[in-house]
């Protein structure tokens, strides 16, 4: 009986201290975090569960928590390991981590850090990686709210336009600008035929945010 307690105490002891280590690594890095934009994304609540990655993007893109589902990366059941092509090029940017790291036996995406977590999505929603194949980069879908693995979720704007608003974006963030608007708060009715949604649809991205980048591109 004792041997159970005590078998018991060091498993339960074992639990909190990776849970804690884990906790460490995770608040290190929040410090750190900035979203797509370059911006520290403190208006965005992280998701209350979900894997690493999940976590991450929705942090970096500022995601609707009902649409930021394991959906965005897997076809199917999850536990079936099927993936969508935006799944695979994170896996694939993952894995080629996982390859470099010095005493790694056993390949799982979960062995990943935060900060390693963060580099593989960074390589997987890099500027031109279209993994669907529909005409827009994963960034510029998942910036505006589509799905990037989905082809048949796409914006019905021309890309070229979503691109000059994504750079448009990209200067109002490097000049502050996007971040003083942040801080004053934007109002008013999202225009979702701006960014290419039809009427009526619900964008994977958090409608404020898309109100703070219409205000800024709104903005003289």
Known sequence: MRLRFLLA????????????????????ERGRYTDA??????????????????????????????Q?????????????????????????AAQRILTGMEGT??????QLSPAQVRQALAEATRDGLDSDGDGYDND???LFGFHPGDAASRPTRPPEVLLAYRERLRQAARSSRLESLLRQGTGGPVELGLWGH?????PLVRLERLALYQAALEAP
């Open 9 to 28: 105490l060091a498993l339960l002891a074992g639990f909190f201290f990776y849970s804690w280590r884990g906790l460490g690594d995770l608040f290190r």
């Open 37 to 66: 934009l370059g911006l520290i994304p403190a208006a965005t609540p992280p998701l209350r569960f979900g894997v690493p990655c999940l976590q991450e993007l929705a942090v970096r893109y500022h995601l609707e928590p009902k």
């Open 68 to 92: 930021a589902t394991c959906a965005l990366c897997h076809l199917g059941a999850v536990h079936g390991g099927n993936f969508n092509p935006f799944g695979q090029d994170y896996q694939a």
């Open 105 to 110: 036996e056993r390949k799982s995406i979960f």
């Open 140 to 142: 510029l879908e998942l």
């Open 198 to 202: 039809p009427e009526g649809a619900i």
